[in-house]
């Protein structure tokens, strides 16, 4: 079965360090791995995709993944944190199996940038 | 472009009555899902419409149901309240393209059981 582990429920970074939110993932087959980001009472913002080709990928809000296949990981980083990137992350993958079209989610991350 | 919208914002019920929550995907998406964020349970898949045709559905009773209307938009209804159903009921949007496979999210319902 399909699963991501979000590891960490909260990560503190100061305003301007860089930020790594990290996520693991277990799948049979090829992955497909997303993150979004949830501010509060809003819904998901899709913020990068990992579907094929170079493990590092660009995403939204300055964002970036570095997708590793030997180590299943598929960490959100970002050179410089901004005080509005608080917000809570999720990690996903899609499953496909049996007829499936749809995304299981990690736990979430709690993100806090302090300034 | 417009983004997946839901109505509506907040849904307040008694416990035995019936919700019904309505969803507009992305323009030229065909395809709806709704998941249910529940605290403490996390992101859960519910329901997979594409085409106007029920794909999938994920480990709810059958009280949960919808439909996906001609215009692709959808509507998810909830049968016999109960006081666990109060969550926040996202609903995303996909064009169903093969080697896409990212899902747009709306504002979500909060509904809310007493």
């Known amino acids: 079965a399909q699963s991501v582990a979000q590891p960490e429920d909260q990560v503190n970074v100061a305003e301007g360090n860089p930020l790594t939110v990290k996520c693991t993932y277990s799948v049979s087959g090829n992955p497909y791995l997303f993150w979004y980001v949830q501010y509060p009472n809003r819904g998901l913002q899709f913020l990068l995709k990992?579907?094929?080709?170079?493990?590092l990928v660009k995403g939204s809000y300055g964002f970036e993944a570095e997708f590793n296949k030997s180590q299943t990981s598929f960490h959100l980083k970002k050179p410089s944190a901004l005080v509005s990137d608080s917000a809570l992350y999720f990690c996903a993958v899609r499953d496909g199996s049996g007829g499936y079209n749809k995304l299981i989610f990690g736990a979430g991350t709690r993100l806090a940038v302090h300034p | 472009e417009a983004g997946v919208t839901q109505s509506p914002t907040h849904l307040i019920k008694t416990r035995g009555q019936q919700a019904t929550l309505r969803c507009s995907p992305i323009?030229?998406?065909?395809?709806v899902y709704w998941y249910q964020q529940a605290l403490g349970l996390g992101l859960q898949f519910l329901l997979w419409y594409d085409e106007g045709e029920e794909r999938n559905r994920g480990n709810f009773p059958p009280r949960f149901s919808g439909r996906q209307f001609p215009n692709y938009s959808s509507e998810l209804n909830v049968n016999a309240l109960e006081l666990e159903d109060s969550a926040l009921y996202l609903c995303a949007s996909s064009p169903w393209d093969r080697g896409s496979y990212e899902q747009y999210f709306g504002p979500g319902t909060r509904l809310t059981v007493t």
């Open positions: 990992y579907i094929t080709g170079d493990n």
């Open positions: 323009s030229g998406h065909t395809s």
